[in-house]
């Protein structure tokens, strides 16, 4: 090739040729059996695939989703792999029935664990179907019974017949390959119908659970309405702690319950492309679905919206305790800052009559020395009469003292007003 090709060309082009519909043969019996397979035994599977009785010879890779491979003895295997399961498929034409034992018993030692076994027999017409009633052992009051696509006509009770569900389906006619596609639909129905109803017996353990949550949180949301002076740092933390409860049902959930709305979604496709026409005296496929199928998917999703909207009343109401505890924090602030202003205030006051003191005791000091100076001026013959001179200095000093506190004073406001403004001009062109 010239052409640069997307690395994922070939992987798309794969998927969309993995489930081609494999022509049935009439008469037949197809035995299918889905296996739900944790990640750790797909290892296993693989060398199970490998194990392969009767000759058949598997090319595995890492990349294989589905393969299909005819037996020695006829039979036709089909095996496919799913997310979280396999299915695997043995068809069986009247001539395939020589080592079919072998068959079944490798298939039924597969690892996982089964969510739908079927035994699914094909007849060309209905009457010949009708002869084999009988043999096929249905309950009557379970029967279901339709015409689908192209004619074809379906009997089933949905039970459980020595570990394997009955099926039995009347050609009357229809092309092998479109028979292939209409049987393909019918199992994938049932299937998709198990795995979607795999989130329901999930939903009824956590139900309870939920209910206790919600009970919880509207108690304390009346305890939040009606208790303005609760401890409010204690009911947060039980707030939080009923938040992660609800995080972790989500956690616990929340693949189950996506898995379910999708698998039913392909199980309503897969019932509309059959184009299911009723037959009187019978329920047909379409009313046995939706009576067990859509009860407990609107259960489902009942209860994923609960979980949802509790989750949002949750954060609503710790919001709410948030904003409270915030107020009451701004009002704690402000009284706090009132305190400090008066306390500002009072600090004022003294600092100023220390000031005054501070003033006088400078003066006494001051004139102090300076009598000294006099004195010893006078007691040097001078004459200059110290006690006049030194009664007539103390106003004067002490007014100079007073006036030089002062002005040191104001200068230092002034100092600090000026680094003030400088500060928040910085922090205002660090924010723009």
């Known amino acids: 090739m010239v052409f640069t090709e997307h690395p994922l060309r070939r992987g798309l082009v794969r998927e969309m040729h993995m489930r081609r519909f494999v022509e049935v043969p009439i008469p037949c019996e197809i035995v299918q059996m889905v296996w739900v397979i944790e990640d750790a035994q797909r290892e296993q599977e693989n060398r199970m695939l490998q194990s392969a009785p009767d000759g058949m010879d598997f090319d595995i890779d890492a990349e294989a989703k589905h393969i299909t491979s005819a037996t020695q003895t006829g039979a036709t295997f089909v095996w496919e792999q799913h997310t979280e399961a396999s299915t695997i498929t043995a068809i069986l034409p009247p001539d395939a029935r020589k080592g079919r034992q072998k068959l079944f018993d490798w298939m039924e030692n597969w690892p996982g664990a089964v969510v739908r076994a079927t035994r699914l027999t094909v007849e060309a017409s209905e009457s010949d179907a009708e002869n084999r009633l009988d043999e096929m052992e249905f309950n009557q009051a379970d029967l279901v019974s339709c015409h689908l696509s192209c004619g074809v006509r379906l009997w089933s009770d949905f039970g459980i017949h020595q570990g394997y569900g009955r099926t039995l389906i009347a050609a009357n006619d229809a092309p092998s390959r479109d028979l292939g596609r209409i049987v393909q639909r019918v199992q994938e129905l049932g299937n998709y119908r198990n795995m979607a109803l795999l989130g329901f017996p999930l939903v009824q353990d956590y139900a309870p659970r939920l209910s206790r949550l919600e009970r919880q949180l509207a108690d304390y949301a009346q305890m939040l309405e009606r208790d303005p002076k609760s401890d409010d740092e204690a009911l947060l933390d039980q707030l939080t702690e009923l938040s992660s409860e609800l995080a972790l049902i989500r956690v616990e959930t929340g693949y189950r319950l996506g898995a379910t709305r999708a698998y039913a979604e392909i199980a309503a496709n897969r ?41 949002e009343r949750t954060d609503g109401v710790i919001a709410l305790l948030n904003t409270r505890i915030d ?85 230092i406001l002034k100092t600090d007003e000026k680094a003030g403004e400088k500060s928040e001009t910085g922090d205002g062109a660090r924010s723009e």
């Open 271 to 311: 019932l509309e492309k059959l184009d299911i026409r009723p037959i009187t005296g019978f329920p047909s496929l379409t009313d046995f679905t939706e009576r067990r199928l859509l009860p407990a998917m609107r259960t489902c999703e009942s209860f994923e919206s609960r979980l949802n909207d509790l989750s």
């Open 327 to 411: 107020t009451r924090i701004k009002a704690q602030n402000r009284d706090l800052l009132s305190s400090m202003e008066s306390s500002l205030g009072i600090q004022l006051r003294l600092q100023s009559l220390i000031e005054g003191l501070s003033v006088i005791a400078a003066t006494y000091y001051a004139v102090g020395l300076i009598a000294y100076l006099v004195k010893g001026g006078d007691g040097l013959g001078a004459g200059f009469g110290a006690d006049v001179i030194i009664a007539l200095l103390v106003f004067p000093v002490m007014a100079a003292i007073y006036f030089f506190v002062r002005h040191q004073r104001v200068k």
